[in-house]
Protein backbone atom coordinates (compact mmCIF):
# COMPACT_ATOMS: atom_id res chain seq x y z
CA UNK A 1 0.00 0.00 0.00
CA UNK A 2 2.51 2.48 1.16
CA UNK A 3 4.62 1.41 -2.72
CA UNK A 4 1.33 2.29 -4.49
CA UNK A 5 0.65 5.42 -2.23
CA UNK A 6 4.75 6.73 -3.16
CA UNK A 7 4.32 5.58 -6.97
CA UNK A 8 0.87 7.72 -7.57
CA UNK A 9 2.59 10.77 -5.49
CA UNK A 10 5.90 10.41 -8.34
CA UNK A 11 3.56 9.81 -11.15
CA UNK A 12 1.16 13.54 -9.92
CA UNK A 13 4.65 15.26 -9.15
CA UNK A 14 6.36 14.31 -12.73
CA UNK A 15 2.62 15.25 -14.01
CA UNK A 16 2.56 18.34 -12.92
CA UNK A 17 6.36 18.85 -13.52
CA UNK A 18 5.96 17.91 -17.18
CA UNK A 19 2.87 20.22 -17.44
CA UNK A 20 4.18 23.07 -16.10
CA UNK A 21 7.12 22.77 -18.46
CA UNK A 22 5.25 22.34 -21.19
CA UNK A 23 6.99 18.99 -22.30
CA UNK A 24 3.71 17.12 -22.26
CA UNK A 25 0.35 18.05 -21.93
CA UNK A 26 -3.02 17.03 -20.72
CA UNK A 27 -5.95 18.02 -23.29
CA UNK A 28 -9.71 17.76 -21.84
CA UNK A 29 -12.59 18.41 -23.33
CA UNK A 30 -13.13 21.72 -23.69
CA UNK A 31 -9.74 23.00 -23.49
CA UNK A 32 -8.46 26.13 -25.25
CA UNK A 33 -6.04 24.26 -27.86
CA UNK A 34 -9.06 21.51 -28.81
CA UNK A 35 -11.27 24.56 -29.65
CA UNK A 36 -8.76 25.81 -32.69
CA UNK A 37 -9.44 24.97 -36.05
CA UNK A 38 -7.03 23.47 -38.05
CA UNK A 39 -5.88 27.48 -39.84
CA UNK A 40 -5.33 28.49 -36.28
CA UNK A 41 -3.46 25.76 -34.81
CA UNK A 42 -1.50 25.77 -38.10
CA UNK A 43 -0.77 29.59 -37.37
CA UNK A 44 -0.48 29.38 -34.28
CA UNK A 45 2.77 26.68 -34.71
CA UNK A 46 5.03 28.79 -36.19
CA UNK A 47 6.37 26.08 -39.05
CA UNK A 48 3.87 27.10 -41.02
CA UNK A 49 3.85 30.66 -42.08
CA UNK A 50 4.26 29.69 -46.03
CA UNK A 51 1.74 27.31 -45.54
CA UNK A 52 -0.73 29.60 -43.87
CA UNK A 53 -0.27 32.37 -46.88
CA UNK A 54 -0.63 30.20 -49.35
CA UNK A 55 -4.24 29.03 -47.57
CA UNK A 56 -5.08 33.03 -47.56
CA UNK A 57 -3.86 33.83 -51.22
CA UNK A 58 -6.03 30.73 -52.47
CA UNK A 59 -9.09 32.32 -50.25
CA UNK A 60 -9.37 28.79 -48.50
CA UNK A 61 -9.59 29.75 -45.20
CA UNK A 62 -13.25 29.66 -44.70
CA UNK A 63 -12.85 26.38 -45.78
CA UNK A 64 -10.58 24.97 -43.16
CA UNK A 65 -11.97 26.68 -40.89
CA UNK A 66 -15.31 25.05 -41.69
CA UNK A 67 -16.97 21.96 -39.86
CA UNK A 68 -14.51 19.54 -41.62
CA UNK A 69 -13.62 17.05 -40.63
CA UNK A 70 -10.32 17.37 -42.48
CA UNK A 71 -7.03 15.75 -42.35
CA UNK A 72 -4.22 17.65 -43.58
CA UNK A 73 -1.07 16.73 -44.63
CA UNK A 74 1.39 19.87 -43.90
CA UNK A 75 4.10 21.00 -45.46
CA UNK A 76 6.65 23.33 -43.01
CA UNK A 77 7.84 26.14 -44.06
CA UNK A 78 11.41 24.25 -44.56
CA UNK A 79 9.13 21.89 -46.84
CA UNK A 80 8.57 25.18 -49.09
CA UNK A 81 11.97 26.08 -48.86
CA UNK A 82 13.27 23.25 -51.01
CA UNK A 83 10.99 23.81 -54.16
CA UNK A 84 12.78 25.48 -57.28
CA UNK A 85 13.45 28.93 -56.76
CA UNK A 86 10.38 31.56 -57.20
CA UNK A 87 8.40 28.50 -57.18
CA UNK A 88 6.38 30.11 -54.01
CA UNK A 89 6.18 33.46 -55.23
CA UNK A 90 4.46 32.54 -58.95
CA UNK A 91 1.83 30.79 -56.86
CA UNK A 92 1.06 33.17 -54.73
CA UNK A 93 0.15 35.52 -57.21
CA UNK A 94 -3.75 36.00 -58.19
CA UNK A 95 -3.28 34.76 -61.78
CA UNK A 96 -1.87 31.44 -60.40
CA UNK A 97 -4.86 30.96 -57.53
CA UNK A 98 -6.40 27.57 -59.74
CA UNK A 99 -2.80 26.21 -59.68
CA UNK A 100 -2.27 27.51 -55.89
CA UNK A 101 -5.72 25.76 -55.06
CA UNK A 102 -5.37 22.20 -56.41
CA UNK A 103 -2.03 22.20 -54.97
CA UNK A 104 -3.39 22.88 -51.57
CA UNK A 105 -6.36 20.72 -51.77
CA UNK A 106 -3.79 18.27 -52.73
CA UNK A 107 -2.51 18.24 -49.22
CA UNK A 108 -6.36 17.75 -47.84
CA UNK A 109 -8.33 14.28 -47.10
CA UNK A 110 -11.81 14.59 -45.95
CA UNK A 111 -12.28 13.02 -42.34
CA UNK A 112 -10.18 12.89 -39.63
CA UNK A 113 -7.37 9.88 -40.01
CA UNK A 114 -5.49 9.96 -36.85
CA UNK A 115 -1.94 8.09 -37.31
CA UNK A 116 -2.91 4.59 -35.45
CA UNK A 117 -5.36 4.47 -38.26
CA UNK A 118 -2.97 4.61 -41.31
CA UNK A 119 -2.79 2.01 -43.43
CA UNK A 120 -0.94 1.52 -46.55
CA UNK A 121 -3.65 2.73 -49.03
CA UNK A 122 -4.63 5.18 -51.47
CA UNK A 123 -6.35 8.05 -50.27
CA UNK A 124 -8.94 10.38 -52.59
CA UNK A 125 -7.97 14.22 -51.73
CA UNK A 126 -9.90 16.95 -52.14
CA UNK A 127 -9.04 18.12 -54.81
CA UNK A 128 -10.18 14.35 -56.71
CA UNK A 129 -6.72 12.99 -57.19
CA UNK A 130 -4.93 10.04 -54.92
CA UNK A 131 -2.42 9.91 -52.38
CA UNK A 132 -0.02 6.75 -51.88
CA UNK A 133 0.09 6.13 -48.40
CA UNK A 134 3.04 3.57 -47.19
CA UNK A 135 3.49 2.33 -43.85
CA UNK A 136 6.72 0.30 -44.09
CA UNK A 137 8.52 -0.49 -40.19
CA UNK A 138 6.22 1.98 -39.08
CA UNK A 139 7.63 5.23 -40.81
CA UNK A 140 4.60 6.84 -42.74
CA UNK A 141 5.24 8.21 -46.50
CA UNK A 142 2.74 10.29 -48.55
CA UNK A 143 3.41 10.38 -51.77
CA UNK A 144 7.29 9.84 -51.16
CA UNK A 145 7.29 12.74 -48.37
CA UNK A 146 8.18 11.57 -45.38
CA UNK A 147 5.67 12.36 -42.18
CA UNK A 148 7.49 13.64 -39.55
CA UNK A 149 4.69 14.23 -36.80
CA UNK A 150 0.95 12.94 -36.43
CA UNK A 151 -1.84 13.85 -34.72
CA UNK A 152 -2.16 17.74 -34.33
CA UNK A 153 -5.68 17.99 -33.21
CA UNK A 154 -7.21 20.77 -34.03
CA UNK A 155 -11.51 21.04 -33.10
CA UNK A 156 -12.09 20.40 -37.16
CA UNK A 157 -9.56 17.22 -37.81
CA UNK A 158 -5.96 16.75 -37.27
CA UNK A 159 -2.74 17.71 -38.81
CA UNK A 160 0.25 15.79 -39.89
CA UNK A 161 3.31 17.02 -40.69
CA UNK A 162 5.02 16.49 -43.76
CA UNK A 163 9.16 17.34 -45.21
CA UNK A 164 7.83 17.85 -49.05
CA UNK A 165 5.07 19.63 -50.72
CA UNK A 166 2.99 17.21 -52.13
CA UNK A 167 2.29 18.06 -56.63
CA UNK A 168 -0.84 16.80 -58.00
CA UNK A 169 -0.24 15.61 -61.59
Do not use: C, W
Not at 21 to 47: C, L, M, P, Q
Not at 79 to 101: C, I, S
Not at 160 to 169: R, S
Amino acid sequence: MINTRIGSFQLLALTLLFAATGTARIVRAGDKRESKDIVAVASDAGKFKTLVAAIKAAGLVETLQGTGPFTVFAPTDKAFAKLPAGTVDDLLKPENKEKLVALLTYHVVSGKVMAADVKTMKAKTVNGQELDVQVIDGKVTVDKAKVTKTDIAASNGVIHVIDTVLMPN
